[in-house]
């Protein structure tokens, strides 16, 4: 049974309410709002939010921009969110799924923490895959926010982080693979840890290791070659 109200934010951005895509919501603007308010689960000020969405406009249009979307909000996902004279929240104790959380949270309870780390068994490799499978893409890939400057930074910084999360993921489930001697299975996440930075040479040396493994030679050479010419 779907979640009633559904935030997809790694890859392409998508709001959902029992099932169904939210197609009422006015701008962009009101839907890095949600986003923004889903991800910090805190109430903000409705000043910082206005500054954050609509950096090159002064303040008091800014938050007149700000109450203009409230309006649609309401209707759309009200009840989803704690509106106050003075600040906006997400209600957290409403049923709401965010890809982006519910990814932080899974990889965080593994306490794969350290550098050094691999899962210990096929238990804790299965739920690291399963973490893993949330991430479709960077966080907002391709979302922009034309006047909103504070947003735009606040969203990089966040995609860096995610990025990390799985660049680190991908790596112990490639040394758990290649433990275990599931040369296939390491090859795949070799595959997506190196595409996190194609200049890693851990990674490139991981890859080619697995190609040759596999039988795959000369694909193994030409990672090499690509690697040299970097």
Not at 16 to 27: A, D, H, W
Not at 148 to 169: N, P, V
Not at 170 to 187: A, D, Q, V
């Amino acid at each position: 049974m779907p979640h009633k109200l559904q935030l997809t934010v790694l890859g392409e951005v998508s709001i959902q309410k029992e099932g169904k895509r939210v197609t009422g919501l006015p701008s962009r603007a009101a839907e890095a709002l949600i986003i923004y308010l889903a991800y910090n689960q805190r109430p903000v000020t409705r000043e910082k939010l206005a500054e954050l969405l609509w950096a090159d406009r002064p303040l008091a249009q800014a938050l007149t921009n700000l109450r203009t979307i409230l309006t649609s909000l309401r209707r759309e996902v009200g009840d989803f969110l704690i509106i106050t004279r003075d600040t906006l929240a997400f209600n957290t104790e409403s049923d709401v799924w965010l890809d982006a959380g519910e990814f932080e949270r899974q990889f965080k309870d593994l306490g794969l923490s350290r550098r050094s780390e691999i899962p210990n068994d096929a238990d804790s490799a299965a739920k690291l895959q399963a973490a893993l499978d949330l991430y479709q893409g960077d966080f907002l890939d391709g979302f922009h926010l034309r006047d909103g400057i504070g947003f735009e930074e606040w969203a990089i910084l966040q995609r860096e982080h995610l990025r990390q999360i799985a660049r680190d993921g991908f790596r112990f489930l490639t040394h758990y693979h290649r433990k275990k001697n599931s040369h296939t299975e390491g090859l795949l996440s070799a595959s997506r840890w190196q595409r996190f930075d194609p200049y890693d040479e851990e990674a490139c040396r991981t890859l080619m290791g697995l190609y040759m493994r596999t039988g795959q030679r000369a694909t193994a050479l030409q990672c090499y070659q690509n690697l040299k010419q970097n």
